[in-house]
């Protein structure tokens, strides 16, 4: 690519971090999910697949933790391996947001990640950063261990 469209281009780009959850990595759909990113244009600029913490994925989840349902949201994300990847591409975190969906999955719109794969609430097939701050806070909780 030209130096300059190349300028251009990342000029608009923004990051934002989506999480793979147990329920979709139980069953087989980090390839599927992680796809559609890709498809839509996202490049991925960093994945990895842990098992969280609690003390990481209470803070992971901070934003919630005065919530009724924060214990189950903990127990579940912890249940199992989770991928996070962050993706770069234009208005990452707004665009991100509506390929995921509603949060809950059985009203999530057919064509959305969560729509198509999922009916469930916790368990409601990927985590995508609401806002850049969000992104930021996550990322950090989120690659603590690896020095991110
Ligand atoms: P997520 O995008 O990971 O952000 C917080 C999560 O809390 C949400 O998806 C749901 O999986 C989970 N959750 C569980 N119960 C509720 C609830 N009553 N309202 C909203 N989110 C909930």
Redesign the pocket.
Known sequence: MDQEVQKAVSAQAEETLV?V?PDAVRRGLVGEVIGRFESKGFSIKRVSMITMTRPQAEEF?A??KD????G??VA??TSGPVVGAVLSGRDAVATVRRL?GA??SWEAAPGTIRGDLGL?????V???S?SAESFAKERSAFFKAQNG
């Open positions: 999480v959850k989840y934003v919630h919530k009724p349902f924060f189950e949201l579940f994300i995921v949060t809950k469930g609430l916790t368990d409601n990927i985590h995508a609401d």
